[in-house]
């Protein structure tokens, strides 16, 4: 099993202004979390020399390292994410031993009358609702609003990995995500009115899919219980009945 372990670093950054930064890295291996390299890697003698130099190198970008203590090799990260089949490009490898650590990304207020609940996948948390029952995905997003809420999105990497592995592991059944192409067919937008881009569609969805051929499937799914163990979203027809997960509005005000 992997260690897991809190490391807290309290960093003198070199600033302007000499701030003190408090820095919650976690350690843990490429068959937990990953992340995306964002620059070429260096020599460090420690890991805590690794993430200072990263901080350093890339003071708005560095959220994570990737350090190899065998080669002393230190490779700066971006914000680390569960493991996601379809990231080819991702560091560790998938399912590798190799080390990892990554910094917690803000934790979002989540108190709303206990219909929500906190959860956390490689640092990134989100406040979520989890559904009991099934409905359409206009049901999906007017339940959701009807809560102060949206239907969840997965719009960056991190905050798919946290729905993709949320949805499998505690509803572990069909999914709707808040992403369609009813406005324009194959012009797949986020429920938030952003456009998914072509580099997440291909990360996000399975090989293949969206299915062009098939013009009445508009909205997308995490299809955890028709393919079980296939990794991708699918586009389903939006009148079919599947679970989904909401998320408050204030996340987006807060941002
Ligand atoms: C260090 O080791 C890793 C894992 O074996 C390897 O991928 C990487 O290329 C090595 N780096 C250097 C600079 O040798
Ligand atoms: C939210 O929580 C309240 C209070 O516990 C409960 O009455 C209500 O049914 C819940 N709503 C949903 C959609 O689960
Ligand atoms: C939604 O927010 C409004 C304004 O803050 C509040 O009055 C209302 O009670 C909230 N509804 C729910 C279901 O939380
Ligand atoms: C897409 O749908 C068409 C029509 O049902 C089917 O023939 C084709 O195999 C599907 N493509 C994929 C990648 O599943």
């Given at each position: 099993?992997?260690l897991?372990?809190?490391?807290?670093f309290?960093?003198?950054i070199?600033?302007a202004?000499?701030?003190?930064?408090?820095?919650?890295?976690?350690?843990?291996?490429?068959?937990?979390?990953?992340?995306?390299?964002?620059?070429?890697?260096?020599?460090?003698?420690?890991?805590?020399e690794?993430?200072?130099?990263?901080?350093?190198?890339?003071?708005d970008?560095?959220?994570?390292?990737?350090?190899?203590?065998d080669?002393?090799?230190?490779?700066?990260?971006?914000v680390?994410?569960?493991?996601l089949q379809?990231?080819?490009?991702?560091?560790?490898?998938t399912?590798?031993?190799?080390?990892?650590?990554?910094?917690?990304?803000?934790?979002?207020?989540?108190?709303?009358?206990?219909?929500?609940?906190?959860?956390?996948?490689?640092?990134?948390?989100?406040?979520?609702?989890l559904?009991s029952?099934?409905?359409?995905?206009?049901?999906?997003?007017?339940?959701?609003?009807?809560?102060?809420?949206?239907?969840f999105t997965?719009?960056?990497?991190?905050?798919f990995?946290?729905f993709?592995?949320v949805?499998?592991?505690?509803?572990n059944?069909?999914?709707?995500?808040?992403l369609?192409?009813?406005?324009?067919?194959?012009?797949?937008?986020?429920?938030?009115g952003?456009?998914?881009?072509?580099?997440?569609?291909?990360?996000?969805?399975?090989?293949?899919?969206?299915?062009?051929?098939?013009?009445?499937?508009n909205?997308?799914?995490?299809?955890?219980?028709?393919?079980?163990?296939?990794?991708?979203?699918?586009?389903?027809?939006?009148?079919?009945?599947?679970f989904?997960?909401?998320?408050p509005?204030?996340?987006?005000?807060?941002?």
């Amino acid at each position: 099993m992997a260690l897991l372990l809190w490391l807290v670093f309290i960093l003198n950054i070199l600033t302007a202004r000499c701030e003190i930064k408090q820095v919650y890295l976690k350690r843990t291996t490429g068959q937990e979390c990953q992340t995306l390299q964002i620059g070429e890697s260096w020599s460090s003698r420690s890991a805590l020399e690794c993430y200072r130099d990263c901080a350093v190198r890339f003071p708005d970008t560095c959220q994570s390292i990737v350090y190899n203590s065998d080669n002393q090799t230190c490779t700066p990260g971006s914000v680390a994410f569960g493991p996601l089949q379809n990231v080819d490009t991702s560091i560790p490898v998938t399912g590798s031993d190799g080390l990892i650590f990554y910094m917690k990304q803000p934790i979002p207020s989540c108190n709303a009358n206990g219909n929500f609940t906190l959860y956390d996948i490689c640092g990134t948390t989100a406040c979520v609702y989890l559904s009991s029952s099934k409905v359409n995905y206009h049901e999906a997003v007017s339940i959701c609003s009807g809560m102060n809420s949206s239907i969840f999105t997965g719009d960056t990497l991190a905050r798919f990995s946290v729905f993709w592995k949320v949805s499998l592991k505690y509803l572990n059944d069909d999914t709707w995500i808040g992403l369609t192409d009813l406005a324009v067919q194959d012009r797949f937008v986020w429920e938030n009115g952003e456009l998914l881009n072509d580099q997440l569609a291909l990360w996000i969805f399975r090989p293949g899919y969206p299915n062009k051929s098939k013009k009445n499937e508009n909205c997308a799914e995490a299809r955890h219980g028709g393919w079980p163990g296939i990794y991708g979203l699918n586009d389903a027809r939006c009148q079919t009945e599947k679970f989904y997960m909401c998320e408050p509005l204030d996340k987006y005000i807060a941002k």
